[in-house]
């Protein structure tokens, strides 16, 4: 596999989505390191092109929506070939994508789409996974879902296929700490369980993204989180990230907001709190190096 | 239960709307189906916001209740084929056009037709143009068998109605409180390049000439539909002006051994 990429710096980056693109461009503010959607820019030549600009001072990460490994019809190589593309233009630190599925006989649905956790699907991932792996020429990483429903076909958790995944794979694990305890809120898990049982050898990447509460039609007089990607990260997952901290170590943390979008010195911001968070989280393990 | 069938059922439930097949394969909660709802209204939310987003004039033109509606029936009639959603909605305009709502703003079709494609020109990077040095590479009795490669960000957009007109006083965003708009066949020609775009109108034959060129098409036959246009028409100037204005960036002479 190639090693073109550069390392990934152990500290906060933030999303770099099109609406910030020019500004980032003019002002060059302090980022750690910026995270694309591949899907955004393989359609947008002149974005592409400004992308490849900013990649020669950032590092860059890329994180796809539209693999989509978990599909019975196979995963969308002519996408996986344009993503390749991309990656070999702007070096990225890391690539991923997430434990989901997208599309279905040529339509592509929008949304990342729940799977059953059981030995059909892990051998399907396994198979996909290796495809993109080969297909990207570098090692990915899958990210944990942001979860509303469990299936009744299901044989194993969510947490034991992601081990598996990656013994079969040798792919890292991108850990959304929100989606975790997102998930571990609607279904009724232990979010630090979760993070627990992952394998912490095999986690290359953290994510952070805002979400949403409201009446859960489903259960009614109880809330459902709604994974938005649109709002400020929650104190409770900021809590969970500080656990997942001192259980990982400190890992390139994404500072994740897709939609309504605020100020770059906003996502910043965010940022320099994760920073923070890991600075004080790891200091008591420092302090015992040293003395 | 097979994978391939529980994803069947999933597809249907998002697009087709019909959760029950899908519901007794659901945990989680006292009403799965009701938290199924979740992904069916991303779906819905999601690709309407994004379609209508496509299209502001259309929308401005039209009013919002009715572009959104339109574009709800759309995402379910024609999903999107591929994960790159900036590609979607090339055929929503001829949609929009289809309906029968759409009969009282017969010009509607052709103002999305417009901004499909300068939405996509605005996107393009240009080319290192084709000189005049480079056309005279080729001997004059091969030019006829010769194509060409026209900038990326070139659109050409025949039209009934003189959308280009509307187009432009929706940017300016200072329209008047009536507007006068009579049926006009318009040939217009689209140029973008790095965030910007400009629109040109071409005679008929210009027009003929060009896109016959942009589709691939030789010079000699790019040739005979302009002459069809205007039996007057100088192909020789043409592919000329064509090249002065920086909109060729490459020539093949296909017979070459």
Redesign the interface.
């Known amino acids: 596999m190639s090693a073109r990429h550069r390392d990934a710096p152990v500290r906060a980056g933030v999303g770099l989505r099109l609406p910030h693109l020019a500004e980032i461009v003019a002002t060059r503010p302090a980022a750690g390191w910026f995270e694309v959607h591949p899907?955004?820019f393989?359609?947008?030549?002149?974005?592409g092109?400004l992308l490849s600009e900013l990649a020669r001072s950032y590092p860059i990460s890329v994180h796809?929506?539209?693999?989509?490994i978990g599909?019975?019809g196979g995963i969308?190589r002519?996408?996986v070939k344009?993503v390749r593309k991309l990656v070999d233009a702007v070096a990225p630190i890391l690539v991923s994508g997430h434990l989901a599925?997208?599309?279905?006989?040529?339509?592509?649905?929008?949304?990342l789409?729940?799977?059953?956790y059981n030995d059909?699907?892990l051998r399907?991932v396994v198979a996909q996974v290796d495809e993109v792996q080969q297909g990207l020429g570098r090692q990915y990483l899958v990210e944990n879902p942001s979860?509303?429903?469990?299936?009744?076909?299901s044989t194993m958790t969510e947490v034991e296929f992601l081990a598996e995944l990656v013994r079969r794979t040798g792919c890292k694990l991108l850990c959304d700490v929100s989606n975790v305890y997102l998930s571990g809120h609607?279904?009724g898990y232990d979010p630090q369980g979760y993070l627990d049982a992952m394998p912490a050898e095999a986690i290359g990447e953290l994510h952070l993204g805002g979400f949403l509460s409201e009446e859960?039609?489903?259960?009614?007089g109880q809330q459902?989180l709604?994974d938005t990607h649109a709002q400020r990260i929650a104190e409770p997952a900021w809590d969970l990230y500080a656990y997942a901290l001192r259980r990982f170590g400190s890992k390139p943390t994404l500072i994740e907001w897709d939609s309504d979008l605020p100020t770059v010195a906003t996502l910043l911001a965010e940022a320099a709190r994760a920073d923070a968070l890991a600075a004080a989280s790891l200091e008591p393990e420092r302090r015992r190096a040293v003395g | 239960m097979r994978l391939a069938e529980f994803q069947a059922r999933v597809r249907g439930a998002i697009i087709d709307g019909n959760v029950a097949p899908l519901a007794p394969l659901l945990t989680g909660s006292r009403d799965p189906r009701k938290r199924f709802a979740i992904h069916q209204r991303h779906y819905e939310t999601s690709l309407v916001r994004t379609l209508v987003g496509k299209f502001p004039a259309m929308e401005w033109l039209a009013g919002s209740p009715f572009l959104t509606a339109v574009a709800s029936d759309f995402i379910r009639q024609s999903p999107p084929r591929a994960p790159c959603i900036a590609e979607y909605g090339e055929d929503f305009p001829a949609f929009v056009g289809s309906r029968a709502e759409a009969n009282r703003l017969p010009w509607l079709r052709w103002v999305g037709e417009l901004e499909w494609r300068l939405g996509h020109a605005s996107l393009a990077i240009e080319h290192a143009p084709l000189s005049i040095e480079g056309l005279a590479e080729i001997a004059p009795e091969r030019l006829a068998g010769c194509s060409t490669n026209l900038q990326p960000g070139l659109h050409y957009l025949a039209a009934p109605w003189p959308v280009d007109e509307l187009l432009k006083l929706f940017l300016a965003g200072d329209a008047p409180e009536r507007y006068a708009l009579d049926a006009e066949d318009v040939f217009l020609e689209l140029r973008g390049n790095r965030g910007a775009f400009s629109m040109t109108r071409l005679e008929a034959a210009d027009f003929a000439f060009r896109s016959a060129l942009a589709r691939g098409e030789t010079i000699g036959s790019a040739a005979e539909q302009a002459l069809d246009a205007d039996p007057t028409f100088n192909p020789g100037q043409a592919l000329v002006q064509l090249i002065a204005a920086g909109l060729a960036t490459a020539i093949h002479d296909s017979g070459e051994e």
């Open positions: 899907e955004n393989l359609a947008n030549p002149h974005a092109e796809s929506v539209g693999v989509s599909s019975v969308d002519v996408h344009r599925w997208s599309t279905h006989e040529g339509e592509y649905l929008n949304d789409l729940p799977l059953p059909e699907s399907l979860s509303y429903l469990g299936t009744a076909t609607n279904l859960d039609e489903a259960n009614p459902v709604v």
